[in-house]
């Protein structure tokens, strides 16, 4: 800490780590509260995912009109959206047309990491370092830092050796990649893959597709937003939220109160076809009550998706591949789709299943298997992400007594409301682990919402140091993982269970996220407030 200590420091009552959807609104929150404020982000621009995310074919799944912010009439009534599934041009458009309409760029500084953050038990605030070397403090630090932020490569020997162009999905180049008429290469197929593949199919000379683990997926069915449409949404915005506030996932989607079992088959058939030629995730947050609960009903839902599969893929054998044996449907979070099965018909697409051929090393040409090398000119690596607590490891946070978070969670997280950690004051997470998680933007407004009453709270009660109680703590994250007993999601490795087999000591599952509705979790944290703040030591 004497490096620290010797620099000049520059002051504030509070910093924000991050200027995606959550840092830009809470900055907002903290403007109205009259706290000087400064944001750090390390994208060159405001914007976080979507500034970040520019490969071909990003886009969310959730409809546009029920992602934007709710905060500001105004804003929803300036602001038409171009597709009912936006773009990653299109958010991260809008995203710097909220940031310049309510001038928060004069209190962003982009393009700085923040490498350390250290709790002062002497001044009750936080000392922060950055990556170039300057010193800051607040007396409350805020993050911003999303849940899927923190990208990883692959643990194959060799990555850095070869000679062509590669890059994650992650850090696509801002000038694009040459990939029309090359031999291209994606390792992956999660999310962004899909999403990846899908876009540039049409345009590679040849694709090979390196799979270990197969997603289930549905269809996006995306358009654009008729002028008439968007009058209608801008008179419906107040229903449109109100539903998002009401369901479980914060999605216009909601589960049916039936089970499988209640109806026919062919009931159930006509149901099920409905909801896969729907837009959006209907067929996954608005199907029978039971098929994320209960494994036969969840067999009957893979099923019905395998048999899509088989019908849109020409050749059997990679049809079978495609469809994934270890995990049914919906019990990973479901990518949406737009043509990505068709690809695989294509005479210049290459599935390669890395199960039965695994990769053995990158060489400087190419990708060498245990059958043969294969040479390419464009390596993307689709390989995911160290999510929801890999963002706080990248970052040296110590609490009382030089306590080290990722130390602290070194078995998996332990937190208060997903937004505070007991021995660590005055930290204040925005989308946290254990927290409600969903359609993003409608959660991190809740959550801003929470953490910025509890900041109004603190300072007109002259608060200077706010933590979570030990008790409180522990009560908390023993609901959560009591939440997630049942559910067949917990069962499954993938992000949303922390594991991540590119990250040391990351391989078993753990319960990362609040397995209940969000207005459960919205209950929760109200009844705290309502209780004056239960579970919290303020001074």
């Known amino acids: 800490m004497a490096d620290m200590i010797d620099a000049p420091v520059r002051e504030y009552d509070a910093i924000v780590i991050g200027a ?159 990939y029309r008429g090359k031999r291209v290469a994606v390792i992956g197929t999660g999310a962004t893959a899909i999403q990846t593949i899908q ?53 216009i989607h909601q589960p049916d109160p039936r089970s499988v079992f209640e109806v026919t088959v062919e009931e159930r058939e006509a149901f099920w076809e409905k909801l896969y030629a729907e837009p959006g995730f209907g067929i996954w947050q608005g199907n029978f009550r039971d098929i994320l609960v209960d494994r036969e009903a969840n067999k009957l839902i893979s099923d019905f998706i395998a048999r899509k599969i088989r019908a849109r893929v020409k050749d059997p054998a990679v049809a079978e591949k495609l469809i994934p044996k270890n995990h049914g449907f919906g019990t990973r979070r479901v990518p949406l789709e737009g043509g990505y099965f068709e690809v695989y018909n294509q005479p210049n697409v290459e599935l390669v299943d890395i199960n039965e051929t695994p990769i053995e090393c990158i060489t400087p040409t190419g990708i060498r298997c245990s059958d043969r090398l294969r040479e390419f000119d464009l390596i993307i690596y689709a390989t995911g992400f160290d999510a929801i607590t890999g963002s706080f490891d990248r970052i040296d946070i110590r609490g009382v007594d030089g306590r080290k978070l990722k130390d602290e969670w070194r078995n998996g997280p332990r937190t208060y409301l997903g937004i505070l950690v007991e021995g660590f004051p005055n930290m204040l997470m925005v989308m946290g682990p254990h927290a409600g998680l969903g359609n993003f933007p409608r959660a991190a407004e809740y959550s801003v919402d929470w953490v910025t009453g509890l900041v109004r709270h603190a300072r007109e009660s002259g608060i200077t140091r706010i933590e979570a109680t030990t008790a409180g703590e522990e009560a908390w994250t023993e609901h959560v993982l009591e939440l997630g007993k049942g559910l067949l999601s917990n069962e499954v490795n993938s992000w949303m269970t922390g594991v991540n087999s590119n990250v040391e000591g990351k391989q078993t599952r753990k319960i990362m996220r609040y397995g209940g509705s969000f207005p459960s979790f919205r209950q929760h944290c109200d009844g705290v407030v309502a209780d004056g703040y239960r579970g919290l030591v303020m001074a």
């Open 20 to 178: 995606g959807v959550s840092g830009l609104y809470q900055l907002y929150r903290l403007r109205e509260l009259g706290l000087k404020t400064r944001v750090f982000e390390g994208g060159d621009n405001v914007g976080g995912t979507w500034f970040w995310n520019r490969y071909p074919g990003a886009r969310f799944d959730s409809e546009s009109w029920s992602y934007g912010y709710s905060f500001s009439r105004e804003l929803l009534e300036e602001w038409n959206w171009e597709e009912h599934f936006a773009s990653q041009p299109e958010t991260e458009r809008y995203l710097n047309y909220v940031a310049d309409k309510f001038d928060l760029r004069r209190d962003i500084q982009c393009g700085c990491w923040v490498k350390s953050a250290h709790y002062n038990e002497a001044r009750r605030g936080w000392d922060v370092m950055l990556d170039d070397g300057s010193h800051h403090h607040a007396a409350l630090l805020l993050t911003a830092i999303g849940v899927l932020s923190a990208p990883t490569l692959p643990n194959i020997p060799g990555v850095d050796s070869f000679k062509g162009q590669a890059c994650h999905t992650h850090f696509w180049p801002r000038e694009g990649a040459d």
């Open 199 to 251: 876009t540039i199919a049409k345009d590679v000379g040849t694709l090979t597709v390196f799979q270990r683990t197969p997603n289930w997926s549905a269809p996006l069915h995306n358009a654009k937003v008729t002028d008439a449409e968007m009058r209608d949404i801008k008179d419906r915005y107040d229903e449109i939220f109100a539903r998002c506030f009401e369901t479980n996932g914060c999605f």
